[in-house]
Each structure stands twice: as structure tokens, then as C-alpha cells.
Nanobody, 123 residues
Framework: QVQLVESGGGLVQPGGSLRLSCRGS????????IGWFRQAPGKEREGISS????????RYSDSVKGRFTISRDNANETAYLQMSSLKAEDTGIYYC????????????????WGQGTQVTVSA
């Protein structure tokens, strides 16, 4: 059974940091590109970052560029999203997803999704 499990979400003050993790099981995660997406209440799911399977090429949305960093540890089949300088508008449910092929910020090409982890940025 393929599973992606996110962790690391929580409540943080504006300007703070969080690191999200995405651990895969039932699939060989190093073969997959990884994407991070988020969904705020009443809004569509937004692609915010992605990383390729082997060479580690990365992409970021304009909304998080310079503040978030995506990385992966293929030996431990885990991907990460380091989030810094968090803002209230970063609040939402964060999902990781895995896909064959190149990384992408569009959600429709992803084969597997995690259940999501809540991130709340509030004073």
C-alpha cells in the first residue's frame, strides 16, 4: 500500500519557521518527483514547490520564493519543506505528492498524495 505521510505542521507566530516532512512507504520515493501544495479555506489547491527525483532541480511559486526551501533525503525516502518568515496568508493544509516525470507546480499530474498537515500562522 502506497502512503505519503506529512508531519511537522502546527501553530506558529508570524515571522516564525516550521519544517514539514513527507515520508513515503510502499513506493521507491527516489524515483518520484515531489511536490508540496497547500489549500487555504475557500481557496483552490496551490502548488508551492517541487523537486525532481534525481538531480534535485527545484521550483517555487512566487508566493513562497525566498522564504521556503524544498529538499529531499533519498536514502531515508523523505522530502522536506523548510518554511521561514511565515505570514498569516501561509495558513492552510499542506500536502505532499509524488509523481513520475518532471516536477510540476500543477496538481493534476501527481500519482500519490498525502493526507495533509495543518499549518496555522497566527499571533
Amino acid at each position: 500500500q502506497v502512503q505519503l505521510v506529512e508531519s511537522g505542521g502546527g501553530l506558529v507566530q508570524p515571522g516564525g519557521s516550521l519544517r514539514l516532512s513527507c515520508r513515503g512507504s510502499g513506493l521507491f520515493l527516489p524515483h518520484f518527483a515531489i511536490g508540496w501544495f497547500r489549500q487555504a479555506p475557500g481557496k483552490e489547491r496551490e502548488g508551492i514547490s517541487s523537486i525532481s527525483s534525481h538531480l534535485g532541480g527545484t521550483r517555487y511559486s512566487d508566493s513562497v520564493k525566498g522564504r521556503f526551501t524544498i529538499s529531499r533525503d533519498n536514502a531515508n525516502e523523505t522530502a522536506y519543506l523548510q518554511m521561514s518568515s511565515l505570514k498569516a496568508e501561509d495558513t492552510g493544509i499542506y500536502y505532499c505528492a509524488a509523481r513520475w516525470g518532471p516536477p510540476d507546480l500543477l496538481p493534476h499530474g501527481y500519482n500519490y498524495w498525502g493526507q495533509g498537515t495543518q499549518v496555522t500562522v497566527s499571533a
